[in-house]
């Protein structure tokens, strides 16, 4: 397997369609996390076979011809992402979007607006740092 970005530092990558989102977590997130941004599913997918993550925040809206959900269904296929901790962020906050998510293959699911503590000790729990 692909060792991470930094050897001190665990790697976060944002999936993430949204600019403004995109800014938003990654101010949250760059002072303790090595952080990489994906704006599209074919994006991600490059990026997670290139370098190792500790981590997926995983937008399931995504514009283009793949959402998170489906990209999530695709990486579970393969060996190396299996256990792989994906966060599935949405703005959807209905119960049946949660289930969708869990079903798609997401560890967990955190609605937006994704609060810094709330991300951090998710984080913390789905990597056991």
Not at 27 to 43: F, I, N, P
Not at 102 to 113: H, I, M, N, R, V
Not at 114 to 126: Q, R, T
């Amino acid at each position: 397997m692909k060792e991470p970005l930094s050897s001190k530092r665990m790697a976060v990558l944002i999936v993430e369609d949204d600019p403004h989102s995109q800014l938003y977590f990654r101010k949250l997130l760059s002072g303790m996390y090595d952080t990489s941004v994906a704006a599209s599913a074919r994006e991600a997918w490059d990026l997670l076979h290139k370098e190792a993550f500790n981590l997926v925040l995983m937008d399931i809206s995504l514009k283009g011809d793949e959402d998170g959900l489906s990209l999530t269904r695709r990486l579970r296929t393969e060996e190396t992402f299996k256990n792989l901790p994906i966060v599935a962020v949405t703005a959807y906050a209905f119960p049946d979007d949660r289930r969708r998510a869990l079903e798609a293959g997401c560890t967990d699911y955190l609605s937006k607006p994704v609060s810094s503590n709330d991300l951090n000790l998710k984080i913390a729990e789905l990597t056991k740092k």
